[in-house]
């Protein structure tokens, strides 16, 4: 059967025109829009049509008194006009071609009432033009200044529009603006009583004058307006960002609510205000609560009373924490062969390589500390026999990181664990007296004591001169124990020992660094002048040493989140010529703008990744890797940008050069830390076989950073995976047991992510902690596979509990019903929209995972903390009615 072809047969128009389609447009889309409206009108619009152009012509007449009625039936037909949301009001649209002639009526009349009112009515016309002449605007100015609200809420949107875009014309004249501002402040009052919050903000925002919101906010609009302006602050140059950040401070104090002031004044790192939001409160048990929000980011504050010094110090955080394990079951110690779970690992008997059983032992130590942190019970360590055994498991440098581990199992638990370390400290072996040491430090991280018990112990041992590994044990101690203190103290007994040329240059250096932890963030003068004195005066040999790197950080921790307080010593850091130089001024802008999101200074970290320096020149190409980890450290906090930094390391590991390549996991485990997202574990797990082994290690380390305390079943099967992989090679394996003990630390209880409190403050002790770690890692074969494995107990300052605890007035549990869910991003939403989704119902404590949020199930409880995270005192609802069950 022959198939058909179909054929199209024009039919003519019945007066044989052409078809309509082919008719070309006789009128532009303009012509179209301006042209009068077609007689196509029902009887009412063609009757509203005709008396507005009656009222039109009567306002050309020579009678004045015939103005004012008329133009009292032209708002009255305006203002009843009903209409949809997405078409212009009928009054409107049929004024819209009598809009030149009423600009020349108006500009006929004399100066008088009359005259004013019909700029009123020009005002509320003009908003149906979109051209740049802003009317509205001009007419509202040129009006009767009637109530702001009078032509309705579109009205103002459009009137704050053009405020904001004539404010820009004149400030790039340098007119003056303050008719704009008065203006402003009549509008944003209207917007805030109609629920438009991000108006009011955005429109005093562009106007520079946000402080001007503490006078309009009320007990309805004082939350969402705080919350919107903490949401703008990523996105504000310096310094916007502060001064929104001060505003929402005042209208928090305004009405009393000293919890989330304080949040705000942590946020702005500023000590004074801390101390302020402190004092003012009041209420005995809310000053409690507002002591574990200081002691969760390690910041101490002047205070008479003992038990609210408790709180300060962390006193209690031991006794929760071991409670918290009794609750979930977790007390029974676990060893290393429980974490590699060896008997799932895929076997290879072929060709089996001596495995070196010391670095092994030495991996398992640390495994053991990692997993068993904070619970005071292992069965590597404190064994019923007490004798040390497993110490001397270990070879040498080995021990150090032993016996050192005792402080990492004995975490927080201050006088128990100066029992069982002391009587190592006195050990005939240097290296056990130098991993002694170092635990001491370790066991005071993140807790204070009024005896100061790390200094009396510490101090006597850096002036050691017979062993340099227990100087350098104990001056490490001291960064780890007084992190973020800024002990005046610490700085008498460290700085000699920064400035004196003729000690080693790792003693020199860990110096500086131990005082950047100590001091961090502080930008203190003596300390940063020392460390750059030091710099230009020690010779090039003694700068080029690995342990350089670390005298650049200390002088980065001193500046870290300072941002523009840095520029100084970025100036003095050119007049160095060692690359130690370059190296030392890219880690401390990085660390100057750490999690501020400013892509300027991203921008500028890809610059410095795009020069490709040739392997055979001389030059240096050191600083690239401490840029790429910058980029994560900048990025850190500000969702959009980490996104963005992600996207870039994937560039990187395809154009960079290998020194790029190297540091690209260790930002990729920073910008990720205990935050297992499964594309990220997917990149990782394809860079941990690299050809390049240094680039493999990093990412291995990587995996354990970013799963580190979730014990995630998907990275424990790749890193076991990993390890039957790389069971030949005994340098590749050591990491991968290192980092399925960070997946399992504390059990699955403990997180180094340096953002806490709903992600809104990063932890800048933490943030320490995590950089000297990451640091090392960029010479991973001196460092870390060489003699200062140890330098991995620098997490400590980063590793806290995941948990939420209750508690009541006494500080004693009290558990409570909570729902614990997805956070939900609520800036800006209207109404009362749900802060969490996908929720379970537990009872605290519980586990808080890093996107996780939490709130009450019921009202019976009052949380004194604005968010539910770490400790949360609790006060009874007296408005509480329980409801009956039918």
């Not at 209409?83 to 049929?94: N, Q, Y």
Request: charged share 25%.
């Amino acid at each position: 059967m022959v198939e058909k072809k179909a054929v199209a047969i024009p039919v003519p128009a019945a007066d044989n025109s052409p078809m309509e389609e082919d008719k070309p447009l006789k009128k532009t889309p303009k012509e179209l829009k301006d042209a009068p409206i077609k007689d196509e009108l029902s009887e009412e619009d063609q009757e509203l049509k005709t008396q507005l152009e009656m009222l039109i012509e009567r306002l050309k007449e020579s009678d004045a008194k015939l103005y004012n009625p008329t133009l009292e039936t032209l708002r009255t037909l305006i203002l009843t006009s009903t209409s949809s949301m997405t078409s212009v009001p009928k009054p409107l649209k049929f004024l819209r071609p009598l809009y030149p002639d009423m600009i020349t009526i108006h500009e006929s009349w004399p100066e008088n009432n009359d005259k004013k009112f019909l700029a009123d009515i020009l005002s509320i016309l003009s908003m149906t033009f979109d051209d740049d002449k802003l009317d509205t605007l001009k007419y509202r100015q040129l009006g009767s200044q009637n109530a702001i609200g009078s032509w309705g809420h579109e009205y103002v949107r459009h009137l704050s529009t053009e405020i904001g875009q004539e404010y820009e014309r004149r400030q790039e004249k340098e007119a003056d603006s303050q008719d704009l501002v008065k203006l402003a402040l009549e509008v944003a009052p209207f917007f805030l009583a109609h629920n438009a919050e991000a108006d009011a903000v955005d429109l005093l925002l562009q106007l520079d004058i946000v402080p001007k919101l503490v006078d309009f906010v009320d007990k309805n609009s004082y939350k969402r307006v705080c919350l919107y302006i903490a949401g703008c602050v990523n996105y504000l140059e310096s310094p916007d960002d502060a001064i929104c950040l001060r505003t929402a401070h005042d209208i928090y104090m305004k009405h009393g609510k000293f919890s989330e002031a304080l949040l705000i004044a942590i946020r702005m790192s500023d000590k004074a205000l801390i101390q302020t939001v402190f004092d003012s409160c009041q209420d005995p048990l809310l000053k409690k609560q507002l002591a574990f929000m200081l002691s969760r980011q390690q910041i101490s504050v002047e205070t008479e009373d003992e038990d609210l010094q408790n709180c300060l110090n962390n006193t209690h955080l031991t006794n929760h924490f071991i409670n918290l394990a009794r609750e979930l079951d977790l007390m029974e110690p676990k060893t290393p062969e429980d974490i590699y779970k060896t008997h799932l690992e895929h076997k290879r008997n072929t060709g089996v390589a001596q495995v070196d059983s010391a670095r092994q032992n030495l991996a398992s130590t640390f495994v053991n500390a990692f997993v068993n942190a904070g619970f005071g019970v292992d069965k590597l360590m404190l064994t019923e026999e007490d004798d040390g055994g497993w110490i001397f498991k270990n070879k040498d440098h080995g021990m150090m990181s032993a016996s050192a581990s005792l402080g990492m199992i004995l975490l927080w638990d201050v006088d128990m664990g100066l029992n069982q370390i002391d009587k190592y400290i006195y050990s005939d072996d240097e290296n056990i007296r130098a991993g002694a040491l170092l635990a001491v430090g370790i066991l005071n991280s993140g807790v204070r004591n009024l005896a100061d018990p790390a200094l009396a112990v510490l101090a006597e041992h850096l002036e050691d001169t017979k062993s340099l590994t227990n100087r350098v044990a104990a001056i490490q101690g001291l960064g780890l124990a007084y992190a973020g203190s800024a002990k005046e103290e610490l700085s008498e007994l460290l700085l000699p020992i920064v400035s004196n040329s003729d000690v080693p240059m790792e003693i020199s250096s860990f110096a500086a660094l131990a005082l950047g932890q100590i001091f961090v963030g502080t930008c203190d003068g003596e300390i940063t002048s020392t460390i750059l004195q030091t710099m230009l005066e020690r010779a090039d040999g003694q700068l080029g040493e690995t342990y350089g790197r670390f005298m650049g950080l200390g002088l980065g921790l001193l500046h870290l989140g300072t941002r523009g307080q840095c520029d100084v010593t970025l100036e003095t850091l050119k007049a160095i010529e060692h690359p130690i130089g370059k190296r030392t001024s890219v880690l401390v802008e990085i660390s100057a703008y750490a999690g501020t999101g400013d892509v300027l200074h991203i921008q500028r970290m890809l610059h410095y990744c795009n020069d490709h320096i040739d392997a055979d020149s001389d030059e240096d190409d050191q600083f690239q890797a401490y840029a790429v980890i910058g980029i994560a450290l900048i990025a850190l906090g500000e969702d959009i940008g980490a996104e963005m930094a992600l996207r870039s390391f994937t560039h990187l590991m395809h154009y960079g050069e290998p020194v790029i390549r190297r540091a690209v996991p260790l930002a990729i485990g920073l910008l990720c830390a205990s935050n297992p997202v499964l594309s990220v574990l997917d990149t990782l797990g394809k860079y941990s076989h690299d050809t390049d082994i240094e680039v493999a290690l990093n990412s291995i380390f990587a995996m354990g950073m970013v799963g580190a305390g979730t014990n995630n079943a998907r990275v424990a099967q790749m890193l076991r995976h990993l390890a039957s992989y790389y069971h030949k090679d005994a340098s590749c394996l050591f990491i991968v047991r290192i980092a399925q003990g960070l997946l399992h630390m504390g059990k699955g209880t403990l997180t180094i992510n340096p953002l806490n409190t709903d992600r809104q403050i990063m932890s800048p002790v933490a943030l320490a902690g995590l950089l000297t770690t990451l640091v090392a890692f960029t010479d991973v074969r001196t460092l870390i596979l060489g003699h200062h494995h140890y330098l991995l107990y620098s997490l400590v300052t980063a590793m806290y509990p995941r948990f939420l605890i209750t508690l009541n007035e006494e500080l004693e549990n009290e558990p409570v019903a909570v729902r614990v869910g997805q956070a939900v991003d609520v800036v800006g939403q209207a109404g009362r929209p749900k802060t969490i989704t996908g929720f379970q119902t537990h009872t605290t404590p519980v586990l808080l995972a890093y996107s996780e949020r939490a709130e009450l199930s019921t009202e019976e409880y009052l949380a004194q903390a604005p968010v539910l995270e770490g400790f949360v005192l609790l006060k009874k609802n007296p408005d509480y009615v329980e409801e009956t069950k039918a």
